[in-house]
Each structure stands twice: as structure tokens, then as C-alpha cells.
């Protein structure tokens, strides 16, 4: 059965410096070689006239990294392509479907995500919505509970990688 999961990560950024960074192909290629993945690959970033996008992105994990709950279903290197197809800005705000898969693997993500002015202080919030779904008898659901902690592992290290991004780069910031 799949699991969801809700999460969020706060900017000091404004909306504007954070879509921008999410939408510069070489904010992708500097996030993917910090990433900790063996091997990542910016694999398609296309720009539309409207100002939205799309990204896609694999990274790949050896086999000896894997932990043993992932082994169990999925034998050699394991990649991870991710897309995101993002909306262009309107009225400050961005949303983005977001989805996962594991090719050879009976495992999903789909989720959505949204980009908005924080309400507590400047800056801005990303929300995220997510759906993992993993498709093997028993172990399905501890392996969705593992990819979920994971997430959120990974939402806060693009959080920080991102501000720092935004920050070197001399963006504005709120």
C-alpha cells in the first residue's frame, strides 16, 4: 500500500531567487556532483517560453552502498531518475509535479510541490507532497518507510545546498 508523505523546507530567499536557482542548468550540475551519489547526470533541462520547466535528472548508487532492506528487491547499482515540471511564477508562487522511479524496480514517487511566500518571516517556504509506492509482497512497506526518512534527509540537504547556491551566487535574497 503506498505511503505518503508531507514536508516542507523554509528559504531566506525570496520565491523569485529560489525558482531560479531550481531553473539554472548550472545550479543542477554543481548540485549533483555534491549530491554523495556515485554517478549523477543532469539528463534534460528545458526551458519554456513561458518561463516554466522541466528537469530531469539520474543518479546512481553502487551496489555495495545499498543498504540491506533495498538489496533485498533490487540486485546490482541502483539509479534514481527524478522529473520535475515546474509551472512558471504567477502572483510570486510556483508549484511542480514531481516524480521517481527506479528503472528495473517496482518502486514510485510521485508527489507535488509548491513554492510560496513564507508566512512567518521573509523568505520563502517549499511544500512538498509525496506518494512512494514500493511493489513487493512483505518488505513493500518498510522499504516505502525507509525511502520516506530519506526524503526528508533530502529535503533538507537541497535546502542547504540551495541557500548556499543563492548566497554565493549574489542573488537577492528577500
Known amino acids: 500500500m503506498p505511503r505518503s508523505f508531507d514536508m516542507a523546507a ?3 530567499s525570496a520565491v523569485e531567487a529560489v525558482y531560479r536557482a531550481f531553473s539554472d542548468e548550472k545550479y543542477w550540475l554543481v548540485r549533483l556532483g555534491d549530491s554523495g551519489s556515485d554517478h549523477a547526470t543532469l539528463d534534460e533541462l528545458l526551458i519554456g517560453a513561458d518561463g516554466g520547466f522541466k528537469v530531469r535528472t539520474t543518479q546512481t548508487l553502487r551496489a555495495h552502498r545499498l543498504p540491506g532492506v533495498v538489496t533485498q528487491f533490487h540486485r546490482g547499482d541502483l ?11 504567477v502572483d510570486g508562487c510556483a508549484s511542480a ?9 517496482p518502486a514510485g514517487l510521485t ?11 521573509p523568505g520563502s517556504r517549499l511544500a512538498f507532497s509525496a506518494t512512494v509506492e514500493v511493489r513487493v509482497p512483505l518488505v513493500g512497506g518498510k522499504i516505502e518507510t525507509f525511502i520516506g526518512s530519506q526524503l526528508v534527509n533530502l529535503l533538507i540537504a537541497e ?11 549574489g542573488w537577492p535574497g528577500p
Open 79 to 89: 539509479s534514481f531518475v527524478r522529473e520535475e515540471t515546474w509551472t512558471p511564477m
Open 97 to 105: 509535479v514531481v516524480t521517481g522511479k527506479i528503472p528495473g524496480a
Open 111 to 121: 508527489a507535488a510541490a509548491t513554492l510560496t511566500p513564507a508566512t512567518a518571516r
Open 10 to 12: 523554509e528559504y531566506e
Open 159 to 169: 535546502q542547504r545546498f540551495t541557500t548556499a547556491w543563492i548566497n554565493d551566487s
